[in-house]
T-cell receptor, first 110, second 113 residues
């Protein structure tokens, strides 16, 4: 099956810093999503981005499908950005199975 | 409010007991799925359904049963709980065709002692 690798596994920032999280995947995908799992465990959908670039406030994401990677940018980080960021992909061919990476744990210190 | 509702939020079971985790969505989504989350493992797919009456196995299906009698509901059954099933369980749904984002429920934290 498709493999999803996220890097770095852990990231510690000072408030106000910028960061880039990476997601590599091993095959073509129909669907790619970025999720934020907050400290209470809730999974929040950040972006649905199988290709191209999207922005939402301080967050933006870019997926280069032909090169099989996606990047999540966080600018001017805040303590509320802390948590785990997951990349998840749905392989082509109608598999309807969302495969998750192991996540990047982000800690933003005041 | 539209979304995915999971019950209960917390549950403690004794080894060998059975229980059903409930999942309901009110968005008329065709696709529903169950994941378990274990430390350092990300989320792993247990079972999924592409519509009422149709289910299939995911990556880690052993020890779990599902059925989908209606579009709205997708319960997950543990027939004989084992300590290895201690985990956080998430239900998710998405629109048909698989070309839309997934919405997750708030999770069920299950402990088997």
């Amino acid at each position: 099956g498709i493999q999803v690798e996220q890097s770095p596994p852990d990231l510690i920032l000072q408030e106000g810093a910028n960061s880039t999280l990476r997601c590599n995947f091993s095959d073509s995908v129909n669907n790619l999503q970025w999720f934020h799992q907050n400290p209470w465990g809730q999974l929040i959908n950040l972006f649905y981005i199988p290709s191209g670039t999207k922005q939402n406030g301080r967050l933006s994401a870019t997926t280069v499908a032909t090169e099989r990677y996606s990047l999540l940018y966080i600018s001017s980080s805040q303590t509320t950005d802390s948590g785990v960021y997951f990349c998840a992909v749905e392989q082509g061919g109608g598999s309807e199975k969302l495969v998750f990476g192991k996540g990047t744990k982000l800690t933003v210190n005041p | 409010n539209a979304g995915v509702t999971q019950t209960p939020k917390f549950q403690v079971l004794k080894t060998g007991q059975s229980m059903t985790l409930q999942c309901a969505q009110d968005m008329n989504h065709e696709y529903m799925s169950w994941y378990r989350q274990d430390p350092g493992m990300g989320l792993r797919l247990i079972h999924y359904s592409v519509g009422a009456g149709i289910t299939d196995q995911g990556e880690v299906p052993n020890g779990y049963n599902v059925s989908r009698s209606t579009t709205e509901d997708f319960p997950l059954r543990l027939l004989s709980a084992a300590p290895s099933q201690t985990s956080v369980y998430f239900c998710a749904s998405s629109l048909s065709e698989g070309y839309y984002g997934y919405t997750f429920g708030s999770g069920t934290r299950l402990t088997v002692v």
